[in-house]
Nanobody, 117 residues
């Protein structure tokens, strides 16, 4: 299973950016798809996740500004980011957790988002 992320970029504070991630390979069923980020010198953190049935959860720092969605037919997940802040800067990683086999987790290669002040 491979995940390919798209949408890296440099944007000014207050701007918007959309990330996309597509999974390929032998995938039977995906339970959760998510976006994480790692700022310089920080640990990787969960930004947003979406379950197969559409239930979502967000980090408090991005609630109301970021929107996660998925396309089950394409095994894809998207992150629409608005009102971006310099503290949103980091490498963003997509991940998926399989339903069958239970609990296998795969990661994308990371895509850099830089928000200038």
């Amino acid at each position: 299973v491979q995940l390919q992320a798209y949408g890296a970029g440099l944007v000014q504070a207050g701007g918007s950016l959309r990330l996309a991630c597509e999974a390929s390979g032998l995938i039977i069923s995906i339970d959760r798809m998510a976006w994480h980020r790692q700022a310089p010198g920080e640990q990787r953190e969960l930004v947003a996740a979406v379950m197969r049935g559409g239930v979502t959860n967000y980090a408090d720092s991005v609630k109301g500004r970021f929107f996660i969605s998925r396309d089950n037919a394409k095994n894809a997940v998207y992150l629409q980011m608005s009102s971006l802040r310099p503290e949103d800067t980091g490498v963003y990683y997509c991940s998926l957790r399989t339903e069958y086999p239970v609990g296998n987790v795969y990661w994308g290669q990371g895509t850099l988002v830089t928000v200038s002040s």
